[in-house]
């Protein structure tokens, strides 16, 4: 222990500046109860904490160690935690205890420790469920904030209040943007957004200011008088309410919205609070009952649509909402409310139209997407605070700024999921004040032990979600509601309407999806455990059904979803196809894959031929495209009585040349290993009659030829895997040359050679990248590779690195352009080649606005019955789109989409493992990617 504990004294100490002398203290008290405050990672505005200074303060006093984690962008600064003894550290491992506010990225989950923060995980989000599911995994205990509640049932610890404020203050703000386009301008047009005051006083300052002009007349009786509805009477609706009365007001009931909406004031804004039993009725009549109600919503209808918000100019949304509650305004109901109507009463003039209807605005601060406002599908943000929705084609449009156009059909919409993150220092004083009370009963967590042997009082104990690797018995429905979510998301069949399930949504996902969703015939359902994958398809394909779970880690979900469709996709790394192909074995499912046809798929032809299924692989660009025309030469030869003497085929995919200037002469779209390790792989193909075997491990790098077959370009070429099988499969056993080979731009494999002469290539784990070993820099990585000090001049190191690599300038210059002799942190993944890789896929990415490129050559010999010869070059260029889909994403997307609407329209009948080999498959696909922009060239060359 003593020595654990010297190294924490050298640690602390050796820092700079205030903290290394605070953590002096931190050794004397290091066995008293420690707790830590994690800094916030989940957005760039979030710069609230659970505590403020002053609570810490209090628990300092009070003998509690406390761990500040350093940040920049929280509204207190680090001094202010200081000065009330806090103890400033990046690591938090000594905590038993963590709190934050919002929720932990995956990765930063320590296990066996206890976690606060609010979740969002209780209504089995789908968002999130990946997140529950780690810490389940990590066996964190979780207390959700959320779910701490007094005997009432009433939340004791929340945002609620400043919710309310600052999403009032922003709904303001937008209705006068929203009037300004449609054509009125009000005193709302000098209320800013919530983030641009100092504190809140500021903000009700400009909300006094604009009512003493409603209050002189001088808001335009076009638009006639305005109606504020607030749902529920919790602390949202009374922070909200806190603002709304800085406006010149009057309180109504709900029954006298319609002759107020008809002959209110215009020198005042009118507001109604509406509570439960003024809408929901009992579907068999009677009177509403709270207890019955919680126990049995489904028992009661909520009037909502039709008794009040036919009268609302503005909605302020605040209840919560359980998913068998009824809704508060349905999709259809949307339909209604937001039809185009002419207002009788309210007089209009040339040039100052009256407003398409009288919902001009809805702030929904409960912020649950498809929740008690079912047409607010995605929350906002507080960089693009707003969108229209339009009801008509059930589409949200969002703003791209806060000073874009707000003109349009549709309600404007403001439902940010951190409303009070935009008033942080605020919001931390109340939210701790809140909390610290709490905070001794919280300590008592140990996440090792058994959560019945957890003595806190149960404001605490209750809100623990998850513990011990399982949830906690007050949460285990959230297992069936994900059940239950998944299963009510499967598409609910239509007569003729055919059904294809595709498994990842990476790069290559868009356009596969997007193909096929043009036909209004097929129902595509979209998996992956990504949601910005999902987001990105989403954007373009809005019809497209989508479910996130990790099928990783819940292939038993992929089992279940199989039946319901006619074809599965497989877009997953292609280890995973088999399982997946087995599944579709057992339904008796047809299935589509772009990958190479690996001896675990081929093992299961047979069981697949029995079962009656389909399974088409190696419809990409390589394997894929390169087949098809290659064996659409061939045919057309043999066809007119020629044979092939030879083939010689490259592809690769590569940066385009403007975006070519790199030290690897490369740019990565996918994670690197899979390209690195191929430089290790060895090769076997026919040359002149001869069968020519390269070895692993760099023999590759030693084979590499100028290609020349476009002189445009500066590329090299070396051969791929083996190319002596496809003499057979592509029926030219007579050709003395088959070689398959992969292209790049001149200068990658000579650095490629370099990084596997430094060892970076290397799949074996190495101690000093372990990636719980202490931080290293890429120069102190070489330095202790070669034994020397970690602070050895730059150019020394550089002379060991020349000699290691043979003298190459070339290779040394491409190790200091990719720096790896920078004082960088290394984010190491315990061996050299994953480390690389790692660092790589974000060093040598594909930015903004660049662009990548497919390139493709055959080289194909032809004799002829009469003895004459000639050469065939056959060659395919395409090119990313700079704001589009990339090269690769389309032309292995693409040639997927095709063939998988073949399989289900029946134009691909065989069974078993399929290639497109034969002209039935390989020509439509060809041809309907000439219809897409994909189209090859020849050329003949006579000899």
Known sequence: MWRQKSHLLWRHVSSPG????????????????????????????????????????????????????????????????????????EDLSEASVVIGVKQVPIDLLMPDKTFCFFSHTIKAQKDNMPLLDAILEKNVRLIDYEKMADEAGQRVVAFGKYAGVVGMINILHGMGLRLLALGHHTPFMHIGPSHNYRNSEAARQAVRDAGYEIALGRTPRSIGPLTFIFTGSGNVSRGAQEVFQELPHEYIEPDHLAKVAKKGSMRKVYGCVVSRDDHYTRLEGGKFDAAEFEEHPERYASTFSHKIAPYSSCIINGIYWAPNSPRLLTIPDAKTLLRAQEFPWIPSSEGCPQLPHRLIALCDISADPGGSIEFMKECTTIDKPFCLYDAELNVERESKSMRSSFKGDGVLICSIDNMPAQMPREATEYFGSLLLPYISEILKSDATSSFEDYNANPTVKNAVIASNGKLTPNFEYIAALRKKSLSSKKSKVVPGQKKVLILGAGYVAGPAVEYLSRDSNVKVTVVSQLKEELERIESRCPDVEYQMFDVTRHPEEVDKLVPEYDVVVSLLPYTMHPEVAKSCIKHGK????????????????QAAVDANVTIVNEVGVDPGIDHMLAMECFDEVKHAGGKITSYVSHCGGLPAPEDSATPLRYKFSWFPRGVLMNCLNGAKFLQNGKVVEIAGNGGLLDAVEELTFMPGFNIEGFPNRDSTKYTSEYGIDNAHTCIRGTIRYKG?????????????????????????????????????????????????????????????????????????????????????????????????SFGTGERDMILMHHDIGVQWLDGSSERRHVSLVVYGEENGYSAMAKTVGLPTGIATKMVLEGEIQRKGMVIPLNMDIYNPILNRLKVEGIRAREVIEQY
């Open 18 to 89: 205030i903290y290394g002398n605070q953590c002096v203290r931190c050794l004397a008290n290091y066995d008293k109860p420690t707790i830590a405050i994690r800094r916030e990672t989940v957005n760039v505005w979030e710069r609230r904490a659970p505590l403020a200074p002053r609570h810490v303060e209090k628990l300092v006093k009070k003998g509690v160690r406390v761990i500040v984690q350093p940040s920049n962008r929280r509204a207190y600064n680090m001094q202010e935690y200081v000065e009330k003894g806090a103890i400033i550290q």
């Open 590 to 605: 047809n299935m589509v894959t772009a990958s190479y046809v690996t001896p675990a798929m081929k093992e299961l032809h």
């Open 748 to 844: 990658f494999s000579n650095v490629a050679k370099g990084l596997l002469k430094l060892g970076l290539l290397s799949d074996e784990p190495q101690a000093i990248l372990h990636p719980n070993g202490p931080e290293k820099t890429w120069r102190e990585y070489f330095c202790q590779k070669y034994g020397k000090q970690s602070d050895m001049l730059v150019d020394s190191l550089k002379d060991l690195l020349y000699e290691d690599m043979g003298q190459d300038s070339e290779r040394l210059e491409a190790i200091v352009r990719m720096g790896l002799l920078d004082d960088d942190l290394i984010d190491k993944r315990g061996s050299p080649i994953d480390t690389l890789s790692n660092y790589l896929s974000k060093r040598l």
